[in-house]
């Protein structure tokens, strides 16, 4: 009995270093204050820095409230004691998009591979693996990062924060369909999940407490419009996730190609 | 650090069940537990690192407080049981400071009910019984303990770090 359980204990363990998400150490400052920002792996005690090479890191910029792009990645030092530095003079509501390419490959013996797919609510992938008759087998992924995250510049209202219902066009990506800043306590904030730019039905979107983030606060599946909506808690710093795989071609060396998203912000309301 | 509930439940188990209920003075032991566990819970929290080499403290107590109900009489002497009890319950208690003090409830439930079976089954002098139980323990605890300090094997690497 002992034995059969210590693999599983293992698993707990493991199952959780998934998400990844851009923190800024503030969600708001002044024009022109530097906002410090990491790249977060992980939740509840695993939760640790990402030790991403910058060379995978495709694209680092902010969508200003006129929707001109900055680049950022001249601010990127990646490791040291934060991972970005980004200023912005005009005040406004930002978002900041982080982008790598897919050549993380993760290889898992079958018992992990299953769990992280049912974990992370990727049915189909199951499915193909079981009519495959693969499930006895290791699974290996390639996968990317497409990371968001909302920072306010200057006092609240002194622009109008447009750019963070419309898409920012990555792969995989979470759209509110309302400003999360402007919810208040136990408001509704719908998201619409886009896949390669099309809505994505049947996806698992969570919702996670970062300050508290052992377990998410709730959990939902996009509908046949990639809608999904939440209510917020209140005042804290928040975070959306969603992982999507597809098959790879049958030349390839892993078995699915997986795009990991995520929206974090802070709520002041 | 691993879900201690487990570790917690197997050492109030062990400590009540085995040392309590079979050792001398068993108020003394009780009370010499429950100050420990006291101390530990409101003593500093300590670092967040910690929590595994606490862990793997609990288990080496499940292992001895289960190992010594082998030993023969003469070589029980109070002392040992007093400082099994003294240290499992400052163990609890700081594992209790790590995890959250709401898991202590686990070691507090499953010291009192381990206390009170072992100190019915010692009135009929079911030793045996209890040490077969004694045995599991140790098994138990062997394996996990050795858990925590074997190098990770590839297929258990934590995944998606990137």
């Given at each position: 009995?002992?034995?059969?359980?210590?693999?599983?204990?293992?698993?707990?363990?493991?199952?959780?270093?998934?998400?990844?998400?851009?923190?800024?150490?503030?969600?708001?400052?002044?024009?022109?204050?530097?906002?410090?920002?990491?790249?977060?792996?992980?939740?509840?005690?695993?939760?640790?820095?990402?030790?991403?090479?910058?060379?995978?890191?495709?694209?680092?910029?902010?969508?200003?409230?006129?929707?001109?792009?900055?680049?950022?990645?001249?601010?990127?030092?990646?490791?040291?004691?934060?991972?970005?530095?980004?200023?912005?003079?005009?005040?406004?509501?930002?978002?900041?998009?982080?982008?790598?390419?897919?050549?993380?490959?993760?290889?898992?013996?079958?018992?992990?591979?299953?769990?992280?797919?049912?974990?992370?609510?990727?049915?189909?992938?199951?499915?193909?693996?079981?009519?495959?008759?693969?499930?006895?087998?290791?699974?290996?992924?390639?996968?990317?990062?497409?990371?968001?995250?909302?920072?306010?510049?200057?006092?609240?209202?002194?622009?109008?924060?447009?750019?963070?219902?419309?898409?920012?066009?990555?792969?995989?990506?979470?759209?509110?369909?309302?400003?999360?800043?402007?919810?208040?306590?136990?408001?509704?904030?719908?998201?619409?999940?886009?896949?390669?730019?099309?809505?994505?039905?049947?996806?698992?979107?969570?919702?996670?407490?970062?300050?508290?983030?052992?377990?998410?606060?709730?959990?939902?599946?996009?509908?046949?419009?990639?809608?999904?909506?939440?209510?917020?808690?209140?005042?804290?710093?928040?975070?959306?996730?969603?992982?999507?795989?597809?098959?790879q071609p049958k030349t390839s060396l892993t078995d699915f190609d997986t795009s990991f998203s995520s929206l974090s912000f802070g709520a002041i309301e | 650090m691993r879900d201690p509930h487990l570790a917690l439940a197997l050492l109030g188990v062990a400590t009540g069940g085995l040392t309590v209920g079979f050792g001398r003075k068993g108020g003394v032991l009780l009370g010499a537990i429950a100050l420990a566990a006291t101390v530990g819970a409101v003593l500093p929290t300590p670092d967040a690192g910690t929590g595994e080499p606490l862990l793997a403290l609990a288990w080496g107590l499940i292992i001895i407080a289960a190992g010594s109900l082998w030993l023969p009489d003469r070589l029980r002497?109070?002392?040992?049981?007093?400082?099994?009890?003294?240290?499992?319950?400052?163990?609890?208690?700081?594992?209790?400071?790590?995890?959250?003090?709401?898991?202590?409830?686990?070691?507090?439930?499953?010291?009192?009910?381990?206390?009170?079976?072992?100190?019915?089954?010692?009135?009929?002098?079911?030793?045996?019984?209890?040490?077969?139980?004694?045995?599991?323990?140790?098994?138990?605890?062997?394996?996990?303990?050795?858990?925590?300090?074997?190098?990770?094997?590839?297929?258990?690497?934590?995944?998606?770090?990137?």
């Amino acid at each position: 009995m002992p034995l059969r359980f210590a693999p599983l204990c293992l698993l707990a363990v493991a199952a959780d270093a998934h998400d990844f998400w851009l923190q800024p150490a503030r969600w708001q400052a002044a024009p022109g204050e530097p906002i410090r920002m990491t790249l977060q792996v992980g939740h509840g005690p695993y939760r640790q820095r990402s030790p991403i090479p910058a060379r995978r890191i495709v694209r680092f910029a902010a969508i200003a409230p006129n929707g001109r792009q900055i680049d950022l990645r001249p601010g990127m030092h990646i490791g040291g004691a934060d991972d970005a530095t980004a200023a912005f003079g005009a005040p406004g509501t930002y978002v900041v998009v982080l982008e790598t390419d897919n050549r993380a490959e993760s290889h898992l013996p079958a018992i992990r591979f299953n769990d992280y797919l049912k974990v992370e609510g990727l049915t189909p992938a199951i499915a193909l693996r079981t009519s495959a008759g693969r499930m006895d087998a290791d699974g290996a992924e390639n996968y990317s990062r497409h990371a968001k995250t909302i920072v306010r510049v200057g006092l609240a209202g002194a622009q109008p924060a447009s750019r963070v219902t419309k898409p920012a066009g990555l792969a995989l990506e979470i759209v509110p369909e309302a400003d999360p800043l402007t919810i208040g306590r136990g408001g509704a904030l719908p998201v619409r999940i886009y896949y390669r730019g099309t809505p994505l039905a049947g996806a698992l979107v969570k919702l996670n407490d970062l300050d508290h983030d052992a377990e998410p606060v709730a959990m939902r599946r996009s509908d046949a419009q990639g809608r999904a909506v939440f209510r917020l808690p209140g005042k804290g710093n928040w975070q959306l996730n969603v992982v999507w795989t597809r098959p790879q071609p049958k030349t390839s060396l892993t078995d699915f190609d997986t795009s990991f998203s995520s929206l974090s912000f802070g709520a002041i309301e | 650090m691993r879900d201690p509930h487990l570790a917690l439940a197997l050492l109030g188990v062990a400590t009540g069940g085995l040392t309590v209920g079979f050792g001398r003075k068993g108020g003394v032991l009780l009370g010499a537990i429950a100050l420990a566990a006291t101390v530990g819970a409101v003593l500093p929290t300590p670092d967040a690192g910690t929590g595994e080499p606490l862990l793997a403290l609990a288990w080496g107590l499940i292992i001895i407080a289960a190992g010594s109900l082998w030993l023969p009489d003469r070589l029980r002497p109070h002392a040992l049981n007093l400082v099994i009890a003294i240290v499992s319950g400052g163990t609890a208690g700081l594992l209790g400071r790590v995890a959250g003090v709401g898991t202590l409830g686990w070691f507090a439930v499953a010291l009192t009910f381990s206390t009170v079976v072992s100190i019915l089954l010692a009135r009929k002098r079911w030793r045996l019984p209890i040490r077969v139980v004694a045995g599991w323990l140790v098994a138990i605890g062997a394996l996990n303990a050795t858990l925590t300090i074997l190098p990770v094997t590839p297929g258990y690497l934590p995944d998606h770090l990137e």
